[in-house]
């Protein structure tokens, strides 16, 4: 193996500032063994910057002199960094070299900081490098060479509990080489930034000991030196080191969204609300080496708008519809007469006849299949219906949806997305009044086509509008309704004719049993649900919604939607009760206002109170007293109570924690499901039904471990004497 050639200092000069101890006690020594003469200064205080002693420089110096390397003590403060430049010059005639390490620290929460604490730190890090680097810069300016470097700590990257004097001067470093770089590039100045992880007077006493015995400060100094060497061309970079492990760091900025159309148009805080989303988005973030680059692409931005191409769409549908096309929608999506704020939906001579607001996903996500969009936006691709998927919809409404009208929806593709097994396209989707020109909506969707990628494209995108999962927390309410078996068959005759929702030897085709219900027809179940919860069943409190499509409904099942108040926002994922699989998550909607529908649902109960509230109640207050004793049965049992024949509410008997609650179990790990009525829960509580009868005529189901449920007696026993 060639040897490699040893990166030598010889002829050159190093300062090192706070070289007493740690990384700048091993960075002199490692530039002294390699021939630098070294400045080797250190006032000698202690970490909070008290007191002073020569005797930490003077113990480095020789130590190097020992070893056969030159070097001389210097005691001042980096705050007169001037006389430490002279130390070098009347000691060795020049200087080649600037190591910035000197550090203090003076810990404290912000709001009990004072100016003394904020200004000794500040002096130290930021003023005392800036004092030293200025002190030498003409020496380096005449000779045309100099290496300097700026200590940075994680605490200055990322911000750390106790340290704004700290993080804010280290953080200030890095801003200072920044500018040093270009100032000094000219003159063959490289500044570079680093930072350590390494054990030192700072963190001697607040590092674990195994943690500190393996953050060596020799592990690091290598990486220093070598960027303060003649063939090192790097110059403005920020370099992590740690454990014998370097890296560089940048400072990353997000793709960013064009806010206005033109250079004739402004801009709203609410266009800066509806693009946030994007605007924060860093998956495909962008480094920016120099402000010319900068000041370059919002030139670019500055073309676009110029030439009005920032929002020209691909495609545009025209259509017309009524107030039958708006019932049929209503109907399609499980508005019912049995509801009193659905009769508004229903009946076209309602003194408050309205449109359900998500009615113009028809003519976006619908009509979209009328339009060869998706198909120009993969050359050579033939649309098929059965490997299409409707991935996550958005839409927001700017104004009552009018219960007639001729409207115009503008399509753009705004990204297409390799996903390896398939492609996504997400599409913009505009709707306007033609007769007034009014923008009624916006909407955005995401269509998964099967068998599609593979292209070698992007994966990610900065212009989706984000799900948001829901608050860590039981839901506020739910609401539970049974789909019909015609659902499909009806909510198709609104426009989606998709065969995939009718044909059975097309759902066969597609992996499925049978016809499958549109995710955009529970959509409309689950935002009925949450404006009846929240604004009771007022169209106009209506803004948005996004939802992302999980599973497959079919027709028939019952959905059970749950829902989480923040604020405006209503978080709300929604399941099919028969198997408790989730079909939309990471929902919300965004209401105007909140008005609740009075009286206000249970939480997580969809109706008024059940006979049966009573006995789980009682069982929750024995578990309470026995603890241990109910501990023994070590299972969790969920319980779902119907009325009428329909899904009303679930209870879980958690009996390994234990607890008793309203909703889903938190656990996975359900050792069985007890299906009964209502009433039939009652009699079997207070002993007029015998479970094992109950049973056997089908009125109690039970799924999962049958022998396990026999543990349950004495808890029945204590709510019939309860009872």
Not at 5 to 10: H, P
Not at 99 to 128: C, E, P, Q, Y
Not at 430 to 450: C, H, N, P, R, Y
Request: with cysteine; glycine share 8%.
């Amino acid at each position: 193996m060639r040897d490699i050639e040893q990166l030598r200092f010889d002829g050159r000069v190093v300062i090192v500032t706070g070289a007493g101890a740690g990384l700048g006690r091993a960075y002199a020594l490692l530039f002294a063994s390699r021939g630098a003469s070294v400045v080797v200064n250190d006032l000698g205080g202690g970490r909070h910057g008290d007191g002073n002693s020569t005797k930490v420089a003077d113990t480095v110096v020789a130590e190097i002199t020992r070893n056969g390397g030159k070097a001389v003590a210097n005691y001042d403060s980096v705050l007169d960094g001037a006389k430490i430049v002279k130390t070098a010059i009347d000691s060795f005639g020049r200087i080649d070299v600037i190591v910035n390490n000197a550090g203090i620290l003076r810990d404290k929460s912000f709001a009990k900081m004072t100016d003394t604490d904020w200004d000794l730190v500040h002096d130290v890090h930021l003023k005392g490098a800036y004092k030293t680097t200025q002190a030498a810069w003409p020496y380096f300016s005449k000779q045309n060479y100099g290496r300097v470097i700026m200590t940075t700590s994680n605490s200055g990257m990322y911000g750390n509990f106790g340290q704004a004097n700290y993080s804010a001067a280290k953080m200030g470093l890095v801003g200072l080489a920044n500018t040093l770089a270009i100032e000094g590039r000219k003159r063959n100045i490289h500044t570079n930034v680093i930072i350590p992880t390494a054990a030192s007077r700072l963190t001697e006493d607040i590092m674990p000991p195994d943690l500190l015995e393996n953050l060596k400060p020799e592990l690091i100094a290598p990486v220093v030196v070598w960027l303060c060497h003649e063939k090192c061309t790097e110059n403005g970079s920020i370099i992590e080191s740690a454990l014998g492990w370097a890296g560089k760091c940048h400072l990353v900025r997000a793709s960013g969204v064009t806010l206005r159309q033109d250079l004739t148009s402004n801009i709203t805080p609410e266009d800066v609300e509806q693009k946030w989303s994007a605007i924060t988005d860093m998956s495909s973030a962008k480094h920016f080496d120099t402000i010319e680059e900068v000041t370059g692409e919002f030139m670019m931005a500055i073309d676009k708008m110029k030439s009005g191409n920032s929002e020209k769409a691909n495609s545009v549908y025209n259509s017309t519809y009524n107030s039958r096309d708006a019932i049929l929608y209503a109907l399609g999506v499980g508005a019912t007469v049995q509801e009193p704020s659905d009769m508004r939906y229903l009946y076209e001579n309602h003194e408050d006849f309205s449109v359900i607001p998500t009615f113009f996903v028809l003519h976006g996500p619908i009509q979209l299949m009328s339009t060869s969009i998706i198909e120009d936006a993969i050359p050579g691709l033939q649309l098929d219906p059965t490997r299409l998927l409707h991935g996550e919809q958005y839409i927001e409404v700017y104004k009552p949806v009018p219960t007639a009208a001729t409207v115009e929806t503008h399509f753009k593709v705004l990204d297409l997305l390799d996903k390896g097994k398939g492609a996504v396209i997400i599409i913009q989707h505009e709707t306007f009044d033609t007769a007034s020109g009014d923008k009624l909506s916006t909407g955005q969707m995401s269509v998964f086509l099967i068998g599609a990628g593979g292209f070698q494209g992007k994966r990610t995108s900065s212009n989706i509008v984000p799900t948001i999962e829901p608050p860590k927390r039981k839901c506020d309410a739910s609401v539970t309704q049974q789909t019909s078996y015609d659902q499909a068959a009806l909510y198709r005759l609104s426009g989606d004719a998709n065969p995939l929702h009718i044909d059975q030897n097309m759902a066969v085709m597609s992996g499925f049993k049978r016809p499958i219900l549109h995710g955009l027809c529970t959509l409309g179940f689950s935002v009925r649900h949450v404006m009846q919860t929240y604004a009771n069943g007022d169209p106009g409190l209506f803004k948005a919604i996004k939802v992302r499509f999980a599973n497959p409904v079919l027709p028939g099942q019952t959905l059970r939607t749950d829902m989480w108040q923040n604020g405006n926002r209503i978080h709300f994922q929604t399941y099919t009760v028969d198997n408790n699989v989730p079909v939309i998550t990471g929902a919300y909607v965004d209401l105007k206002d909140v008005k609740p529908k009075q009286p206000m649902l249970n939480p997580c109960s969809g109706s008024e109170s059940l006979q049966s509230d009573a006995v789980f109640a009682m069982i929750e207050d024995y578990v309470k007293a026995n603890p241990e004793e109910v501990k023994k049965v070590n299972a969790i049992f969920r319980y779902n109570i119907t009325l009428k024949g329909k899904p009303h509410s679930t209870w879980t008997l958690d009996l390994k924690k234990p607890e008793v609650h309203r909703g889903e179990p938190k656990s996975d790990k359900i050792d069985a499901t007890l299906s009964i009525e209502d009433e039939d829960m009652v009699q079997m509580a207070t002993g007029k039904l015998n479970p094992q009868m109950a049973f056997m005529k089908g009125k109690l189901k039970i799924n999962g471990n049958i022998m396990v449920t026999q543990k349950l007696r004495s808890l029945m026993e204590m709510a019939k004497s309860k009872l």
